[in-house]
Nanobody, 122 residues
Framework: QVQLVESGGGLVQAGGSLRLSCAVS????????VGWFRQAPGKEREFVVV????????YYVDSVKGRFTLSRDNAKNTVYLQMNSLKPEDTAVYYC???????????????WGQGTQVTVSS
């Protein structure tokens, strides 16, 4: 079992920054990939970025490249999503998830956090 708990969401003006955290626990999570997805009202959940826990390698969706940075802290078992230059279209509930493959699709991820709201005002 892997457990994930997100935090750090909130309200920010366009151009601002937020840092989301995802605390990960579980017996074998070090072999997993941890991804972030987001879901805006009335839209499907979409992939944002994924990190391979073992070596820290990442893959981003094009719309956030250069603005978002995903990193991990092995000592704290936590993944951080630093979001800069935020836009109103980044408004969504952000979820972290864990799975055994590097994937951009939700069904490849076995474990999910509860989500955290990010709202970007114009």
């Amino acid at each position: 079992q892997v457990q994930l708990v997100e935090s750090g969401g909130g309200l920010v003006q366009a151009g601002g920054s937020l840092r989301l955290s995802c605390a990960v626990s579980g017996r074998t999570f070090s072999t997993y990939y941890v991804g972030w997805f987001r879901q805006a009202p009335g839209k499907e959940r979409e992939f944002v970025v994924v990190i391979r826990w073992s070596d820290g390698s990442t893959y981003y969706v094009d719309s956030v490249k250069g603005r978002f940075t995903l990193s991990r802290d092995n000592a704290k078992n936590t993944v951080y999503l630093q979001m800069n230059s935020l836009k109103p279209e980044d408004t969504a509930v952000y979820y972290c998830a864990a799975g055994t493959r590097r994937s951009m699709v939700t069904y490849e991820y076995e474990y999910w956090g509860q989500g955290t709201q990010v709202t970007v005002s114009s």
